[in-house]
């Protein structure tokens, strides 16, 4: 039942709710060199995300220069790194739990505020198709585990092995010491995130992972979090975000810069904003990375990060360039 049927019908009744580094994980990303400086530069359309995902904003960047809506955009650009068997922390191929078992996290929202979700989902290799899915096709916002399998199921995807002889086999690595470490840069570079604004001044993001590698069973991060791993306003902006993911679910994160936004700072103080107050709660520990990216309604970009090596792809009429954050600390 679609969703709008679904609520009119339900209001007439109411009459009467760590590993080897992934560096190659971007498919050898666009040679486009790293830009130098940082851009506020306002221009749309753009596409816009977090890390060297070239291929990604390409997708998206297709989609949105043929005259395509955001929504479209973001959905088939974060479907490229979905479907790369080489990105071990994004998909089919991603990096298992701790049991073996490969669960993935996706979250979209489109420019009214409507949003779909799906958590922990097994055997499902675009966990962004079925996030829209509900989004689209449910009166609900969030599926986890078996229900979004399910779910999945019903709607016409297959299931698939989503654990490759590479993962197997780095698991199984990692299984001789059994030591759970992010390691900044490169066990944090889980996520890919994207935000895109298209023709007519609209904005919609999307976000999935396979999560943390070796993560416990049932460990869920901030990318499938409306508030925490995205959110979008169509009247101010949206942001995305990239690492540790329990520290931005206990910031709202993407939430907070978009009001930051909203009280009119630009993007880039409003990344800055939101990482400083990560700091603050995490005064005697700086040991791991976490990456916001924003975008405003005019199509200004800001980008910021805790330790240096975080980057941000934006393509725009002007170009595909890969920037590089600034961040926190300095070494």
Same mark, same amino acid.
């Not at 880039?268 to 700091?279: D, L, P, S, T």
């Given at each position: ?91 089919? =191929? ?10 993935? @996290? ?59 002889? /590479? ?31 298209? /023709?007519?001044? @609209? ?23 409306? =508030? ?36 009119? /700072? ?16 995490? /005064? ?48």
């Amino acid at each position: 039942m679609k969703r709008r049927k679904f609520i009119r019908n339900s209001g007439t009744v109411a009459a009467g709710i760590i590993s080897t580094p992934l560096l190659a994980s971007c498919n050898e990303k666009s040679k486009t060199p790293l830009k130098t400086s940082n851009t506020t530069e306002a221009v749309i359309p753009i596409a816009i995300c977090t890390w060297d995902f070239g291929n990604a904003t390409a997708k998206a960047w297709e989609v949105l220069k043929a005259g395509g809506n955001a929504l479209d955009a973001v959905h088939q650009g974060v479907m490229v790194e979905e479907n790369d068997l080489n990105n071990n922390t994004v998909g089919n =191929g991603g990096r298992p739990d701790r049991d073996g078992h490969v669960t993935l @996290d996706a979250c979209i929202m489109d420019k009214d505020g409507n949003c779909g979700a799906v958590l922990a989902m097994e055997n499902i290799a675009n966990p962004i198709s079925v996030a829209r899915k509900v989004m689209e096709e449910t009166p609900h916002v969030m599926l986890a585990g078996k229900g979004a399998e399910q779910f999945a199921y019903e709607q016409g995807f297959e299931k698939t092995d989503l654990l490759t002889e /590479k993962s197997k086999q780095d698991w199984l690595e990692w299984k001789k010491t059994s030591e759970y470490k992010p390691i900044i840069n490169i066990e944090n570079h889980d996520t890919i995130g994207m935000l895109a604004i298209d /023709k007519n001044g @609209d904005i919609a993001g999307a976000c999935t992972t396979s999560g943390m590698a070796y993560k416990m069973a049932g460990r869920v991060g901030d990318s499938p979090i409306i =508030g925490a791993g995205l959110f979008v306003d169509n009247e101010i902006g949206g942001a995305t975000a990239t690492g540790v993911g329990e520290e931005v679910v206990r910031t709202v994160g993407s939430f907070l810069i978009v009001e930051l936004m909203r009280q009119g /700072k630009s993007p880039q103080e409003a990344c800055e904003e939101g990482v400083k107050r990560i700091i603050a709660k995490n /005064k005697d520990k700086q040991d791991f990375q976490i990456g916001f990216i924003a975008i405003n309604k005019k199509g200004e970009t800001g980008g910021y990060c805790i330790h240096p090596g975080f980057t941000y792809r934006t393509y725009t009429e002007n170009g595909h360039i890969n920037n590089p954050s600034e961040s926190y600390l300095e070494y």
